[in-house]
């Protein structure tokens, strides 16, 4: 899925393959989504979505080849 985010994405839960909540959509900017991690959100989940093991950043884009839905509620990850 090739997504395109919007304003309307922002606050919306992001999830992985099990429906786990790991994050909220902080903000969008041109385009793409940023997201919050969940605090408790393991090193080794973080590499698996290419948001690096950096802790000074706040939030991280979600790379829309890893997006396997997108609803009203929630943005769906493929990834576990």
């Given at each position: 899925m090739?997504?395109?985010f919007t304003e309307e994405d922002e606050g919306k839960d992001v999830v992985n393959a099990n429906g786990?909540?790991?994050g909220i959509v902080s903000e969008v900017d041109a385009g793409t989504a940023?997201?919050?991690p969940d605090p408790g959100m393991t090193d080794t989940l973080k590499s698996q979505l290419g948001w690096g093991d950096a802790d000074d950043e706040e939030s991280y884009p979600i790379?829309?080849?890893n997006v396997k839905a997108?609803?009203?509620r929630e943005i769906r990850l493929k990834r576990t």
């Open positions: 090739c997504a395109t786990d909540q790991i940023y997201v919050n790379d829309d080849n997108v609803t009203d």
